[in-house]
Nanobody
Framework: QVNLLQSGGGSAQAGGSLRLSCVAS????????MAWFRQGPGKARELVATIRTDSTYYDDSVANRFTISQDEDTHTLYLPMNILTPEDTAVYYC?????????????????????WGKGTQVPVSS
């Protein structure tokens, strides 16, 4: 069992920045895929970024604006978000799942990640 506790976020204006954090009760750097998802108003939950060791994936909509990172010592996952736009308005979720060598990538897990945070509202005004 992995418990995920999210913090950070809040309101932002277009062009601004925010940072999300997610503390995991337990995971090891190499054994778990960690991810950020978001769900905008009236939209399906979508994958934003994944990380395992130093390997990362970004959805095209956030590439070069968001950066996923993790601190193995504190079991903390981060998502600094820059140049925010109203289209980034969503509830953001961190997620975790055990890595398997049979996976093509962590991103291939899609929405089937097993462990989820409770979500953080990020409204971005124009």
């Amino acid at each position: 069992q992995v418990n995920l506790l999210q913090s950070g976020g809040g309101s932002a204006q277009a062009g601004g920045s925010l940072r999300l954090s997610c503390v995991a009760s337990r995971y090891t750097y190499r054994d778990y895929c960690m991810a950020w998802f978001r769900q905008g108003p009236g939209k399906a939950r979508e994958l934003v970024a994944t990380i395992r060791t130093d390997s990362t994936y970004y959805d095209d909509s956030v590439a070069n604006r968001f950066t996923i990172s993790q601190d193995e010592d504190t079991h903390t996952l981060y998502l600094p978000m820059n140049i925010l736009t109203p289209e980034d308005t969503a509830v953001y979720y961190c997620a975790a799942d055990r890595y398997s060598s049979s996976l093509l990538s962590c991103a291939s897990l899609g929405r089937s990640f097993v462990y989820w945070g409770k979500g953080t509202q990020v409204p971005v005004s124009s």
